[in-house]
């Protein structure tokens, strides 16, 4: 049984029956003072369940304040109070009706608003990647069917990143003016409609390019959304998790969307997997409305606490706003001190040097396993699954030692700098070793490749955490910037794939040579120029 030591600031009788007004003024030397009970377990494990009853027609007053070790409670008139301590011990409570189990649903219900919010983003990063992956794997029978070359299935699956880099740093400015969460929930309803519209579109090329290009869009608002959630909601100790939770859905999407995509595409037609993964980014925006509903004292509310938030409550100001108000918000970003500071330049060039290796591996890599390796659709989809799956595993591993590292003192531009520099010189090794010539069965490049590519996720605790890291105001701005340049590889890069493809016939001089070259001087210029210090920009810098 968990014993509790009691502390009473101005103690008195607590009645246990309802106080009438002539009861009260006839017992007046009964009033009842202000009073505040604490509570300190001497059991670290027990746990304390309050119970107050009240009579009817009385409105009660009590009030528990949380923090780590102290509970304190305010009764007010017509309240019963009952402690009762567990110390989670099997046998261990004192028995009787009050210590049955308490089912709860929906089981998030009691979760802390930031676990929520970072639940839901990270399920909408996984619909996002199903929805951008799964042409990568529709293109090959679509090439067939429409008679595309290596060049224009380039074009078509470039097109995505146009309207990606041009979101970029409007999604970051909405992300810091009305708040992620609004930002997201547009731009996750943007993609999944213009992703069901690429069937009837598909026939036709410039529409097909501009369906792509919306999904683009709203794909291209989410990661400053995410951004603006984390860096407001998150403290610096917990950030890598959060990063790599909400970022590692991309991965999590990517497994799901090449898992699923060709038994849809073998039974159904390359069509059932843009109706598909449409459809799901559609659901989630109905249930994001719920949760919220849930949540209904929601972001506004989270304010400045050790364990919630590291720098400012995020607020929801859309319907306050004027035009006015928006245009002078923009005019507030002090842009230029922004391009004054080395490390943003820093985070801009490592952006756009691992965007050039992910992209184009995403787009082209079911390509390289069917034609090089000769695997069948299928197939290539399964192997092109194994480097996603893997960066789950390594992301999780990444993260956790990270936020160790930084919780055990070691400076926070040390540790990310050592993150980075994994995430991006170990793709470049086993890239190297991919286009070496050295007689390797398919199976060993496909584990090679996995292999770096999977360890390139440490980035997530690099790179993405940066941003935050510098300036949890401007978060969201930053990484529009950052992300902004990290799209062109996805425009340039992927479209260039193609090209040298058609033009060399050498994988190895069209997608893992340029890889190469981008990952090693990101790796010298990160490692000269990065910081994670707070930095203070101003407009009159």
């Known amino acids: 049984m968990t014993n509790f030591t009691l502390r009473s600031e101005k103690w008195c009788k607590i009645p246990q029956y309802p106080i009438s007004n002539s009861h009260y003024h006839h017992h007046h ?46 009764p007010s008139s017509g309240e019963e109070i009952q402690l009762v301590g567990d110390d989670n011990k099997n046998g261990g409570g004192s028995g009787g009706g009050d210590e049955g189990l308490h089912l709860k649903w929906p089981p998030w219900k009691d979760l802390p608003l930031r676990y929520k919010l970072i639940g839901t983003t990270s399920l909408a990063f996984v619909i996002c990647n199903m929805d951008k992956v799964n ?61 069901i519209c690429v069937p009837f579109a598909a026939g036709f090329m410039p529409a097909l390019v501009l369906s792509r290009i919306l999904v683009g869009i709203g794909e291209g608002v989410s990661p400053s959304a995410a951004t603006d959630l984390i860096a407001r909601s998150i403290p610096t100790e ?45 659901v989630w925006c109905f249930g994001f409305q719920f949760i919220e509903g849930q949540s209904a004292f929601a972001v506004e509310n989270i ?62 890599l079911p390509t390289y396993f069917s034609e090089e390796l000769d695997l069948n659709l299928t197939e290539a989809a399964w192997v092109s699954v194994l480097p996603p799956l893997a960066s789950i595993l390594v992301t999780s591993v990444a993260s956790q030692v990270a936020d160790n590292l930084i919780s055990s003192g070691v400076e926070t531009t040390t540790v990310r700098k050592i993150c980075q520099t994994i995430a991006f010189l170990s793709p470049a090794l086993c890239m190297t070793l991919s286009s070496v010539d050295l007689g390797l069965p398919p199976w060993e490049v496909v584990a090679i490749l996995t292999s770096g590519l999977a360890l390139s996720s440490f980035a997530l605790s690099g790179l993405y955490c940066t941003h935050q890291d510098i300036s949890p105001e401007y978060a969201s701005i ?20 193609g090209y040298l493809l058609d033009s060399t016939h050498s994988w190895s001089m069209s997608l893992f040579a340029p890889s190469i070259f981008f990952y090693l001087t990101g790796t010298a210029v990160w490692l000269k120029y990065a910081s994670s210090k707070p930095q203070k920009f101003s407009k009159s810098d």
């Open 478 to 497: 930053l990484l529009g910037i950052t992300n902004t340049v990290g799209a062109v590889p996805g425009i340039v890069g992927v479209a260039l794939t």
């Open 29 to 74: 030397h009964h009033k009842l003072q202000s009073s505040r009970l604490h509570l300190f377990s001497l059991n670290p494990n027990s746990k304390l369940r309050i119970r107050s009853e009240r009579s009817s027609g009385v409105k009660t007053g009590l009030r528990v304040s949380e923090s780590d070790k102290t509970k304190s409670i305010t």
């Open 238 to 282: 917990e950030r890598s998790r959060a990063v790599a939770f909400v970022f590692g859905g991309l991965s999590v999407g990517s497994v799901a969307g090449l898992i699923l995509a060709p038994p849809l595409i073998q039974t159904y037609g390359w069509e059932s997997v843009f109706y598909l993964f449409g459809f799901f980014g559609v």
């Open 303 to 364: 304010t400045r606490t050790p364990q919630s938030i590291a720098s400012g409550p995020v607020t929801s100001n859309s319907s306050t706003k004027s035009w006015k108000d928006v245009g002078s918000s923009l005019k507030d970003v002090p842009w230029k001190s922004f391009f004054k500071s080395e490390a943003v330049w820093a985070m801009t060039y490592a952006h756009f040097c691992g965007s050039w290796g992910h992209y184009t591996c995403l787009s082209w």
């Open 135 to 195: 042409l990568s794997i529709a293109i090959i029978p679509m090439s067939h069917q429409f008679g595309w070359n290596s060049s224009t299935a380039g074009l078509v699956q470039s097109s995505f990143f146009w309207g990606y880099a041009l979101s970029q740093l409007p999604g970051g400015w909405l992300a810091k003016l009305f708040g992620g969460r609004k930002v997201l929930e547009v731009g996750v309803l943007m993609w999944s409609l213009a992703t």
